[in-house]
């Protein structure tokens, strides 16, 4: 083949907008991308949390600049930063970025999709740590329907109800106690039985929760039932 016909396929290359020396240049950064990842990964592994947050923040503005905030990838990403933060301690410090990749992973594919799962996990500490109370009711109603799809354990579906109904108690949302307790109660007599110490004080809880509601037939049932020594007025 002679030069000209080198140097004319050449040029028809850069032509119809083929680069080769941009080519290059655009795999070694997908190069350094994926190194990111797998790096601030390594350091996670690792328990160097300073390391891996900023290894993952770099990750992240690049995965943001390559592609969109909502691909998968940078999801991704955006889970491992709030689990190094939470590791590290800082969620409070980090707190837009671990909501952030939780709203947007909750969005992009649902509830139960494991990406949803552990930064639903990570801004639910971040929620408490804030006392945002009412934010964290829907949280914790999440987690109850997740533990109850997966391993339902119930020792852990009881205690989420618990702190549901401290919840509701907290942001005075009194049409949610009466349900709630009775989760709680029947819950507790499941796992402990009705002769516990822990059911009788989950059936007092209950009954004063009518009284407060004013459902005296529901309470006079209950302190008949078991025979519990309290009063209504």
Known sequence: MNLRVIFGSIFCLFVIGFNPIRALTQADSISKFESLILDSENAYKAGKWTQSIALGESALKACHLRLSVNNPRCIYIMKNNSLAYEKAGELVEHANEVERAYRVALLQFGPSHHFTVKT???????????????????????????ERTTANDQHKILNWFIELYALYKKTDQIQYEVPTLESIATLTKKIMGADTESYKQATIALADCYCRQKDYTKFDILISRYSLDISCG
Do not use: D, G, M
């Open 120 to 146: 639903r996990e990570a801004f639910y500490q971040l929620a408490v740590k804030q006392n945002r109370y009412s934010e964290t009711i829907p949280i914790v109603i999440a987690l109850i329907h997740q």
